[in-house]
């Protein structure tokens, strides 16, 4: 067995979510991740919910990587990146539009070091058209791409969804993009700028509803229901909650006759909808969970409970697929962590070893890589150019 990726050397200027996620899931392909981060850490090291000194979410967002802080503000601290940059295959970038730019690391002039290279960018709305210049977080996305305005109950406000959805589907985006410059590269030799908009991504996630613009009363929020297909709710056991979805005239029928009414046309079933769900409540609250998802899949009606994070977490399911795995950090101990989503018969996933300490791979990658030698590494560092696992000055 090879990881697809095996070979392919990508150098991370990210922070917070998209950048280093995206790079993380090119690890799991195989994918060698430099991570150059400020001298005191990314960022995302010191956010909330830590596992020993260190942010859960860096834990998360940053396996496989090998980490080397340099000061790319200095023109020595450039020359390393630069020197970096001449070896790797592909460099992602998660900041604001301009910043780049600002900071002489432009693709541009990245173009220059070298003409090969594949340079992702990945921001909140892009490197072209008039929105470009705002910054964006994933609530702020969410707001503006209309996903709010389609979460929650109909009388309820605009709400967000429970996860940064913006800035996990933009990190996809940004590696089946990669993956295809790649391929494209080995067919033209020909690097590209690839320019990801987490706007533009979630115009995806709200797909469905854009037919709905044509009609009287346009798309709205209807909460745990579907706009035209009924029933699709969350219905209370005795012991907890179940998620059915109808979505076939053989599962509308397999419920109608569970419930011992007459067939309904799926065409017809939205203007059912608050019998259904009347007659479904009944049905399920004398129940308990496990007897009426048994019952419901046994007749091939989708169903199932609700689970909390904390189910998931101890559902065998979620350690026979390696959804969670265990990895030891050098200062945070065992850490319990996303595993690799890719799973095949000839590349099940790499997840070698955990988030990198700060500075953990400098002297590693600087003189295997770059063949620099203990004394311009020791400068380096006496000129707070770099820092290495374990200087004493580090901050």
């Not at 095996?6 to 430099?34: D, F, H, M, Q, W």
């Not at 907890?240 to 053989?250: D, M, P, W």
């Amino acid at each position: 067995m090879s990881a697809p990726l095996k070979g392919v050397r990508v150098v991370e200027l990210g922070a917070y979510t998209t950048g280093p996620l995206c790079a993380r899931y090119l690890s799991n392909l195989g994918a060698e991740i430099i991570k150059v981060e400020p001298l005191k850490g990314e960022s995302m090291r010191t956010f909330a919910y830590k596992v020993g000194d260190v942010s859960y979410i860096f834990h998360v967002h940053n396996v496989n990587k090998k980490s080397v802080p340099i000061d790319t503000n200095t023109e020595d601290g450039k020359t390393v990146l630069f020197e970096l940059l001449q070896s790797a295959d592909v460099l992602i970038e998660n900041f604001a539009y301009g910043s780049m730019e600002k900071w002489g690391l432009d693709y541009e002039t990245i173009r220059d070091v070298n003409k090969g290279l594949i340079y992702c960018s990945l921001s909140g709305f892009g490197h072209t058209g008039p929105d470009r210049h705002l910054r964006a977080f994933d609530t702020v996305i969410q707001g503006m791409a209309g996903v709010m305005a389609l979460t929650g109950t109909a009388d309820g406000p605009p709400t967000k969804i429970g996860i940064s959805a913006a800035d996990n589907m933009g990190s996809a985006a940004g590696g089946m993009a990669i993956t295809a410059a790649l391929h494209h590269k080995r067919r033209t030799g020909r690097g590209q700028h690839i320019n990801i908009s987490m706007h533009d991504i979630m115009g995806w996630l709200t797909s469905e509803c854009w037919a709905q613009l044509d009609t009287e009363e346009g798309p709205q929020r209807n909460g745990n229901r579907h706009f035209a297909i009924a029933p699709q709710n969350v219905f209370a056991a005795a012991d907890g909650l179940i998620a059915i979805e109808v979505e076939t005239q053989k599962q509308l029928d397999a419920v109608c006759a569970m419930l011992g009414i007459d067939p309904i046309a799926l065409a017809d079933s939205k203007a059912h909808e608050t019998n259904l769900e009347a007659r479904l409540q009944s049905w399920i609250a004398g129940k308990m969970v496990d007897a009426a998802v048994n019952d419901c899949q046994a007749r091939g009606i989708p169903a199932d409970r609700v689970q909390g994070m904390d189910d998931v977490a101890e559902n065998p399911f979620t350690w026979e697929r390696n959804v969670l795995v265990t990895l030891q950090h050098p200062e945070s101990g065992p850490v319990k962590v996303l595993g690799s989503p890719f799973k095949s018969n000839r590349s099940p996933g790499v997840v070698s070893s955990a988030a990198p300490t700060i500075g953990q791979h400098t002297k590693d990658v600087l003189s295997d890589l770059l063949g620099y030698s203990d004394k311009q590494i020791d400068k380096l560092v006496s000129d707070k150019i770099i820092v290495t696992s374990g200087d004493p000055s580090s901050p």
